[in-house]
């Protein structure tokens, strides 16, 4: 007799296809809660590690005392409200002034616990506070979603967490680990940028443009170039923006050539170069919105060189890889130059990023 009219062998072939059609749904849910659960207890160890090493660093470097201390969970739940941008008409000017206001308010909330603080140890606190602010919120986030999920029993809900948590989790990992090099003062892939107009800026006259923002003016082949790149070694991205509306107003540009990190696609090496055309700024588009707007009003071409890296290479201690494409793309810049300007005319070489650990 065959085994397939055995009712124990029935049993056990059917009794997981009823329970898959009746309750497959919460099996998954459960499967899927597990995984991402292990990966919300990760984000809570980051932003807790976050937080103590900008404890630490306060406590060790700038001798601030528990009193003031007490202050920074206040800081790490801070939250920045857009402008309404139902009428988009003038909505860049509205989203300048709110996250420059934020800017302000924290540098001097920090110079109020440290009235002695240095610039350079200023801007580190601010970059390690952001860090932790960043990694608390994306903690909050996704507890949120999972919680509101598994409260419902909702399986549907609980798919588009499971897709985005591992590209979350690669971003909040980097931003862990960049903490090290911007405690230290050293650079960060993000700084390529700086770096290169750094090097052509050594031993030349320097002057303050804007904002944490430096300038020097060489001549090269009978072109006028102005050199500008945030004010190193501080932890800052300047303001670029500012400085080229400074810039323009007493003199003519030919052309604008940025060098910036780019993010590189899966399968493309690390440290590789491209060059292309437009404003190569990241960011929220506040600086990159006015210097084409700018660029376009005097019909200045804006050329960019980019070095291709990952997220995590942008944000934590630059890769020798990373440090010895300098001199290349410098090599790029004066051939860029040679190619779209004649003698005579003015270009300005903008080094885009954080140029912590970077000095001109």
Do not use: C
């Not at 980051?46 to 003031?68: G, T, V």
């Not at 507890?143 to 967490?161: D, G, R, S, V």
């Not at 020097?216 to 070694?233: C, V």
């Not at 050329?303 to 630059?318: C, G, H, P, Y």
């Amino acid at each position: 007799m065959s085994d397939d009219s055995n009712p124990l062998m029935m049993l056990i072939w059917i009794l997981p296809i009823i329970l898959f059609v009746f309750y497959g749904q919460q099996i998954q849910l459960f499967v899927t809660s597990r995984e991402i659960k292990k990966g919300i207890e990760k984000l809570n160890s980051f932003r807790e590690e976050s937080k103590n090493e900008l404890i630490d660093y306060l406590q060790k470097n700038l001798k601030i005392q528990n009193d003031s201390l007490k202050k920074i969970d206040r800081f790490l739940d801070y939250f920045t409200i857009m402008p309404v941008d139902m009428d988009p008409n003038g909505i860049v000017d509205k989203v300048q002034h709110t996250v420059r206001s934020r800017e302000d308010y924290t540098r001097d909330h920090v110079k109020a616990m440290s009235p002695g603080i240095s610039d350079l140890e200023l801007t580190k606190v601010q970059t390690l506070l952001e860090i932790a602010s960043s990694l608390q919120m994306i903690y909050k986030i996704i507890n949120h979603m999972f919680l509101t999920a598994k409260k419902q029993n909702n399986y549907p809900l609980i798919l588009p967490l499971q897709m985005i948590l591992p590209f979350i989790m690669e971003q909040a990992e980097a931003m862990k680990d960049a903490i090290p090099a911007f405690k230290s003062g050293q650079p960060v892939g993000d700084g390529i940028g700086p770096m290169v107009v750094g090097k052509m800026m050594l031993e030349h006259k320097k002057e303050n443009i804007a904002f944490q923002t430096s300038l020097t003016k060489i001549d090269f082949e009978g072109r006028k170039l102005f050199l500008l790149k945030a004010e190193g070694p501080g932890s800052t991205v300047g303001r670029p923006a500012d400085a080229l509306e400074a810039i323009i107003s007493e003199n003519k540009l030919d052309a604008i050539i940025m060098i910036d990190a780019a993010l590189k696609m899966e399968g493309e090496d690390s440290a590789i170069t491209a060059q292309g055309f437009g404003a190569a700024i990241g960011g929220i588009g506040i600086e990159r919105f006015q210097i084409e707007a700018i660029a376009t009003s005097k019909k200045i071409p804006i050329f960019s060189i980019v070095v291709k890296q990952s997220i995590k290479e942008a944000i934590t201690l630059m890769t020798k890889e990373i440090a010895d494409t300098a001199e290349d793309v410098r090599g790029q810049v004066f051939e860029m130059i040679r190619e779209n300007t004649t003698s005579g005319q003015s270009v300005l070489i903008i080094g885009v990023g954080n140029t912590a650990g970077v000095p001109q």
